[in-house]
Nanobody
C-alpha cells in the first residue's frame, strides 16, 4: 500500500509558475513509476507527465512539453511537477499516482495502469 499526498496548488496568472509536490509513504514508494494527471470540470482525467522509478526516464503530454518538468527525490520519497508558462487551459485538479513496474526504467501514460492515487490539488490559472 502506498499513500500519496499532493501539495502546491493555487491561483496564478497566465505566464506564471507553480511547483506541485507529491509525498509518498508506505510500501517502498521508490520502486514505483510515478505520474501526474489532471482533470478539468466536465472533462476526463488526462495524463500530464510520468517518471520511472529510477528517475532516468520521463514522458510528457504534448500539451505540456517544454513547459512542465517532472522530477523525483527518492531519498525524500517525493515527486515534483514544475509548471512554467502556465495557461488558462492548464486549470484543473492535479493528481499524483503510483504504478507498480517490473523494471525501474519503465514509465506508463495509461491511467488504468496506476495503482494508487492522491486526493488532488487545485490549480487555477487566470487570464
Amino acid at each position: 500500500q502506498v499513500q500519496l499526498v499532493e501539495s502546491g496548488g493555487g491561483l496564478v496568472q497566465a505566464g506564471g509558475s507553480l511547483r506541485l509536490s507529491c509525498a509518498a509513504s508506505g510500501r517502498t514508494p521508490e520502486s514505483y513509476s510515478m505520474g501526474w494527471f489532471r482533470q478539468a470540470p466536465g472533462k476526463e482525467r488526462e495524463f500530464v507527465a510520468a517518471i520511472s522509478a529510477s528517475g532516468s526516464v520521463t514522458n510528457y503530454a504534448d500539451s505540456v512539453k517544454g513547459r512542465f518538468t517532472i522530477s523525483r527525490d527518492n531519498g525524500k520519497n517525493t515527486v515534483y511537477l514544475q509548471m512554467n508558462n502556465l495557461k488558462p487551459e492548464d486549470t484543473a485538479v492535479y493528481y499524483c499516482a503510483a504504478a507498480r513496474t517490473f523494471y525501474r526504467t519503465v514509465v506508463t501514460t495509461t491511467r488504468s495502469q496506476y495503482d494508487y492515487w492522491g486526493q488532488g490539488t487545485q490549480v487555477t490559472v487566470s487570464s
